[in-house]
């Protein structure tokens, strides 16, 4: 199975930081690689997929790179309503597999 | 509007069984891979399984193979999960998840989730 190593696993940071959250898969997945968000109690939400390709409706701020094993995430300029944990997850072999997820606070 | 709505969760005991159910409504259910995932207390989240969508193509992760059967009703917009065999280990929020694309891309839309607690 694929495994996804997430760092940090928690990060603190101020409004208006760039905020940088790496995945590295334990094999090449290509580009195969999504970005989600999930805030407490709430279910997650696909943010970025395809490693790169930001869906619909979700704001500019946000962004991801990356191809083979190691991808980025980023937001550019951290807002109170990004609080929330953020998971990467590879679909390029089975079973889907989840990074540990990072936790995102606010300084 | 999008929606998942998922149901049939609450305590059963180990080696028990309980059914899920996943009601989908605000677009066209008969075309749309879904997926189970679900979340331990306090932990990440956790792949599960499968199906296509005239569900003649399931998936299953090992640790639920033999116990878990996905399954769906066109006829109805709803997608299923019969647990058996239920560990203190499967208690989670279980979600249900549309795949954006085939059977295997990113998960798009997800319901709010249900808890199920395996607990004597």
């Known amino acids: 199975d694929i495994q996804m190593t997430q760092s940090p696993s928690s990060l603190s940071a101020s409004v208006g930081d760039r905020v940088t959250i790496t995945c590295q898969a334990s094999?090449?997945?290509?580009?195969?690689l999504n970005w989600y968000q999930q805030k407490p109690g709430k279910a997650p939400k696909l943010l970025i997929y395809d490693a790169s390709i930001l869906e619909t409706g979700v704001p500019s701020r946000f962004s991801g790179s990356g191809s083979g094993t190691d991808f980025t995430f980023t937001i550019s300029s951290l807002q109170p309503e990004d609080i929330a944990t953020y998971y990467c997850q590879q679909y390029d072999d089975l079973p889907p597999a989840f990074g540990q997820g990072t936790k995102l606070e606010i300084k | 509007e999008v929606q998942l709505v998922e149901s049939g969760g609450g305590l059963v005991q180990p080696g028990g069984s309980l059914r899920l159910s996943c009601a989908a409504s605000g677009f066209t259910f008969s075309s749309a891979a879904m997926h189970w995932v679900r979340q331990a207390p306090g932990k990440g989240l956790e792949y599960v399984s499968a199906?296509?969508?005239?569900?003649?193509?399931?998936y299953y992760v090992d640790s639920v193979k033999g116990r878990f059967t996905i399954s769906r009703d066109n006829s109805k917009n709803t997608l299923y999960l019969q647990m058996g065999s239920l560990r203190a280990e499967d208690t989670a929020v279980y979600y249900c998840?549309?795949?954006?694309?085939?059977?295997?891309?990113?998960?798009?839309?997800w319901g709010q989730g249900t808890m199920v607690t395996v607990s004597s």
């Open positions: 199906i296509s969508g005239n569900g003649g193509s399931t």
């Open positions: 998840a549309r795949d954006r694309s085939f059977m295997f891309s990113a998960f798009d839309i």
């Open positions: 094999q090449d997945i290509n580009n195969f």
